[in-house]
């Protein structure tokens, strides 16, 4: 498995195709086209009024590692009193100033569109190859739908959640996803890899 991918630069996202074993993809892979991103940090001492706020707008908030969605928008917690935020079909700029208008003085917030590649990772066999670099215990009954965790992959940092029994959702620094993607390809390749939305390469 070593020679996998020695014909792509280690720079270069590994490209969409099929890796492994023919016939079967027992992980799948998909590159999110990229979604609206923003952290979200409550000021000190108002994480309790941020996350009235934000259930008063259609955003149940945690505040813990856990994911929650509503009013349009996925909110993974990161931190105490704080958040990685996505959105589907509008500009960093948009998400922004929906969030602003959520939590008037209550946030700080910074547009983090352009600095995340988003990983949809399923199939019956991706809780094994996660296993293979993931150091957070995937067992469905220790890691359940909703659960969030901000961690390091391969020496990569990452914060993931699953998004229900078989899909987990990753934000990866697009410095460092080439080399996640080419540590997932080679630790998913044993039971057929199926990667798309990376391009040609």
Same mark, same amino acid.
């Given at each position: 498995?070593?020679?996998?991918?020695?014909?792509?630069?280690?720079?270069?996202?590994? $490209?969409?195709?099929?890796?492994?074993?023919?016939?079967?993809?027992?992980? =799948? @892979?998909?590159?999110?086209e990229t979604p609206a991103a923003a952290?979200?940090?409550?000021? #000190?001492?108002? =994480?309790?009024?941020?996350?009235?706020?934000?259930?008063? @707008? %259609?955003?149940?908030?945690?505040?813990? $590692?856990?994911?929650?969605?509503?009013?349009?928008?996925?909110?993974?917690?990161?931190? !105490? %009193?704080?958040?990685?935020?996505?959105?589907?079909?509008?500009?960093?700029?948009?998400? *922004?100033?929906?969030?602003? @208008?959520?939590? !008037?003085?209550?946030?700080?917030? &910074?547009?983090?569109?352009?600095?995340?590649?988003?990983?949809?990772?399923?199939?019956? #066999?991706?809780?094994?190859?996660?296993? #293979?670099?993931? =150091?957070?215990?995937?067992? !469905?009954?220790?890691?359940?739908? %909703?659960?969030?965790? =901000? &961690?390091?992959?391969?020496? *990569?940092?990452?914060?993931?959640?699953?998004?229900?029994?078989?899909?987990?959702?990753?934000?990866? %620094?697009?410095?460092?996803?080439?080399?996640?993607?080419?540590?997932?390809?080679?630790?998913?390749?044993?039971?057929?890899?199926?990667?798309?939305?990376?391009?040609?390469?």
């Amino acid at each position: 498995m070593s020679d996998l991918l020695e014909h792509i630069a280690p720079t270069h996202l590994v $490209p969409e195709g099929h890796y492994g074993p023919q016939g079967s993809a027992g992980v =799948t @892979a998909h590159a999110v086209e990229t979604p609206a991103a923003a952290t979200l940090v409550a000021r #000190k001492g108002a =994480t309790a009024r941020l996350i009235v706020a934000c259930a008063a @707008a %259609g955003l149940p908030l945690a505040d813990g $590692p856990r994911v929650s969605a509503g009013a349009g928008l996925e909110a993974a917690g990161t931190a !105490p %009193g704080r958040w990685l935020v996505l959105a589907e079909g509008v500009s960093g700029a948009d998400l *922004v100033a929906r969030l602003a @208008a959520m939590t !008037p003085g209550l946030a700080a917030i &910074t547009d983090q569109s352009d600095a995340n590649l988003i990983l949809d990772i399923s199939g019956e #066999k991706a809780r094994a190859a996660l296993a #293979k670099g993931v =150091t957070v215990d995937l067992d !469905p009954t220790a890691f359940t739908a %909703g659960d969030a965790a =901000t &961690t390091t992959v391969s020496h *990569v940092g990452v914060t993931f959640w699953r998004r229900d029994a078989d899909t987990y959702r990753f934000a990866v %620094g697009r410095s460092f996803a080439p080399a996640f993607l080419r540590w997932l390809t080679v630790s998913a390749a044993e039971y057929g890899f199926a990667l798309s939305g990376t391009g040609r390469g």
